[in-house]
């Protein structure tokens, strides 16, 4: 076994312990940018051959697919990270804005794009639901606007690694007062009439796991973000440029990531973490260490037994889904990029995925990314289509069911239009393979965002009797999402600078 000390050769940095970054996703990647970034010593260490983690890629053929997450809000978090390392995103990893943001379909035939602009998108809705229901839209807006600016700086962009944080008699009153603490679903029902509208405010719940009727109204500034912020996509390269960019910067600041590399454990003296242990044999001495990766499976070996943390004794998962990534022989004319196709059923479906059976008619999420030219040769495009599925917790078996959703999957999406994609190139992830792909429960999606597993009930970002462990990702606060994930990466490095001086 070969011992690498790797604190530098000298003056008060060189004195600094060396941070160790487990997992090269984007939590990771934000952490390793800001902490190379100010000068300290960091190895990233990912067990895949790229960086990304669930913000995957994968090519069949001659296609290209992103294999996360598709929708990009709140483009300021991620040119944060850039700007911490005093790199311009914009000449990095240029963005655009998506228009529309999303199209809406409902099986009524009835359809409503969500576009940039107060007035614009006013009119979208009076041209659908009427003048009256756009006037209660307005106002509605306007509130989830309120809803943001409470939350985002208190609960949000804030680290919850200790209870007082809650403690906040001011900013909970006025949340309270905004709606915030009741009912999703009753929520929005309380400022619009039109179903149609009320699912296009309602449907973000699945984001954090739940339905409209069990998530809370904080929740509404999810539509805020995407519906009113926008969606934001790469010019070039898919989502997947977005941690390809991260990890350049990183390596330009002086951090160092080594591929193909998985830390096997992490060891601990009598002042916190000492080193990490590497399947090669390799013992990284280090001072501190983030864990970005899927925290249940870190607990099965990976971290020291005074990491446990209360909070994953019995963790409620959230949502799986069935993805069929397609190479098309053609382009799609007039397709929007992300396309959500709504089933007839509405609580029904949610009462299926909780009851761990197949939704009997589910809501369908088309992305089209048809300005990602490189993704599919010359005339030629890729969709891909997600189903929202049960996770395999308290499953009774999966066997046989992939190809019977994929079967009516198909059926579906030639009924809306698609044609017969049965012949066309695919790539199918369902939850048995994103459980082979590390993720517990066989979801992509982490722990769900119920009152007990959000803000400080969510696993800790710091394991108080292990002192430099520290977490980033899904599992910790903020929780799930592209802006979340970059925040936890923030306030795990803002704690080892701030602990470290």
């Known amino acids: 076994m070969s011992i690498i000390d790797m604190r530098g050769s000298g003056g008060e940095e060189g004195l600094m312990s060396p941070i160790v970054v487990i997992g090269a996703g984007l939590g990771g990647l934000a952490a390793a940018v800001r902490l190379a970034a100010a000068g300290r010593d960091v190895t990233v260490v990912e067990a895949r051959e790229t960086p990304g983690g669930c913000c995957g890629t994968a090519s069949v053929g001659d296609y290209r697919f992103d294999t996360g997450p598709s929708v990009l809000t709140m483009p300021d978090v991620l040119a944060d990270v850039f700007a911490a390392a005093g790199e311009d995103m914009e000449s990095l990893l240029p963005l655009r804005r998506l228009d529309p943001y999303y199209r809406l379909r409902y099986h009524d035939g009835s359809h409503l794009d969500i576009v940039p602009g107060e007035e614009a998108m006013t009119e979208q809705v009076r041209r659908l639901c009427g003048a009256a229901e756009a006037d209660r839209y307005r106002r ?66 699945l984001y954090v796991g739940l339905s409209p009727q069990r998530a809370l109204g904080i929740y509404a500034v999810i539509a805020h973000m995407d519906t009113v ?16 960019a991260m990890a350049a910067v990183a390596e330009k600041a002086g951090a160092r990531i080594r591929y193909g ?100 008619d589910p809501s369908l999420l088309v992305t089209y990314p048809e ?62 393979a994103w459980a082979r792909l590390g993720h517990s429960a066989g979801t992509p999606f982490a722990m769900d965002h119920r009152f007990t597993q959000t803000a400080w009930f969510r696993p800790a970002g710091m394991a108080r009797r292990v002192p430099g462990l520290h977490f980033a990702g899904m599992y910790t606060a903020p929780g799930v999402g592209v802006p979340p994930v970059l925040i936890s990466g923030k306030l795990a490095a803002e704690r080892i600078l701030e602990t470290s001086r």
């Open 261 to 360: 590399v998985r830390a096997v454990e992490i060891e601990t003296g009598s002042s916190g973490v000492s080193a990490v242990r590497l399947d090669t044999g390799e013992r990284l001495a280090a001072g501190h260490a983030v864990v970005a990766c899927d925290l249940p499976r870190a607990h099965a070996g990976l971290l020291p037994g005074g990491a446990r943390d209360w909070r994953l004794r019995r963790p409620r998962y959230s949502p799986s889904c069935l993805v069929l990534h397609f190479g098309l022989d053609r382009r799609l004319a007039g397709q929007a990029h992300h396309t959500l196709h709504f089933g007839r059923g509405w609580s029904s479906t949610f009462s299926a995925l909780n009851a761990g059976r197949p939704q009997p």
């Open 140 to 205: 509605f807006r306007a509130r989830l606007g309120e809803l943001f600016a409470c939350e985002w700086p208190s609960f949000v962009d804030r680290d919850m690694t200790r209870l007082r944080s809650l403690a906040q008699p001011g900013v909970l009153a006025r949340l309270a007062a905004l709606g915030g603490f009741r009912r999703l679903d009753r929520l929005v029902k309380g400022h619009l009439t039109d179903a149609r509208l009320i699912k296009a405010h309602t449907f973000q719940a």
């Open 371 to 432: 300005s990602d030219a490189g993704a599919a040769p010359t005339g030629h495009a890729t969709l891909t289509v997600l189903e929202p599925t049960a996770n395999l917790d308290g499953m009774d078996g999966w066997d046989g069911l992939t190809s019977r959703l994929e079967d009516r999957l198909l059926g579906r999406l030639a009924d809306l239009g698609y044609g017969d994609l049965t012949a066309a190139l695919r790539l199918t992830v369902d939850p048995p």
């Open 229 to 244: 912020g926008g969606v934001f996509f790469p010019r070039h390269g898919g989502m997947h440029a977005i941690p390809r």
